[in-house]
């Protein structure tokens, strides 16, 4: 595996927002380290690809899939030596790599996919698709989020991850993420 999708060793539990475009995980990782009063690591995609379009009018390609691999993984090693017992993360590796295999035909580099496989993470909130879709410069899909949806969780339940469904109001997924956490890092 390439070290720059490796984990460094951190002294903090990580959980991952995971799931479709639009469906409220950046809402979530950033109100739960409020709450937590720690870190959360935001989507470095996002940004990445914002640049490129605003520069290019470009949407994602094959090469840019390993350059948004490392500087996601560097964001997180960054952020989890900060984190306060536990650390949000907008989003992962695992995440890239379905969102990868949707658009190129199952296909995914192998450096993520090893990377994906090799770093560890304790608990996945999977976020529904029943909120509103907002669109944006780099959001492409409204018309398939189930499906995407069940990209994801097939993702989770066929590796036998972790993970917690999170669906509902914005205060409902809020409360039901804070009470998860809270078990989980003994509170």
């Given at each position: 595996m390439?070290e720059?999708?490796r984990q ?5 539990l990580?959980?991952?927002f995971f799931?479709p475009e639009s469906?409220?995980?950046t ?18 995609m ?10 290019k009018?470009e ?9 948004i691999?490392r500087?996601q ?14 650390l ?6 695992r ?6 295999e949707?658009?190129?035909?199952g ?5 993520i996919?090893?990377a ?6 304790d ?9 509103p ?14 499906g ?9 339940k ?9 669906r ?20």
């Amino acid at each position: 595996m390439e070290e720059t999708l490796r984990q460094a060793p951190a002294n903090c539990l990580k959980i991952v927002f995971f799931g479709p475009e639009s469906t409220g995980k950046t809402t979530l990782a950033t109100e739960l380290a409020r709450y937590f009063n720690t870190e959360w690591v935001p989507e470095f995609m996002r940004d990445y690809l914002q640049e490129k379009w605003d520069e290019k009018g470009e949407k994602i390609g094959w090469e840019d899939l390993i350059p948004i691999a490392r500087g996601q993984i560097a964001s997180e090693n960054n952020k989890a030596q900060k984190a306060n017992k536990v650390l949000f993360c907008d989003t992962d590796l695992r995440e890239l790599q379905v969102y990868s295999e949707y658009y190129n035909n199952g296909k995914c580099p192998s450096e993520i996919r090893k990377a994906v496989e090799a770093n560890h993470y304790d608990l996945y909130f999977l976020t529904f698709v029943d909120t509103p879709w907002v669109a944006d410069d780099l959001r492409d899909n409204p018309e398939d989020r189930l499906g995407i949806f069940r990209n994801f969780e097939n993702e989770l339940k066929s590796k036998g991850l972790p993970y917690h469904l999170l669906r509902g109001s914005k205060e409902e997924r809020i409360k039901s993420a804070i009470e998860l956490t809270e078990k989980l890092v003994g509170r």
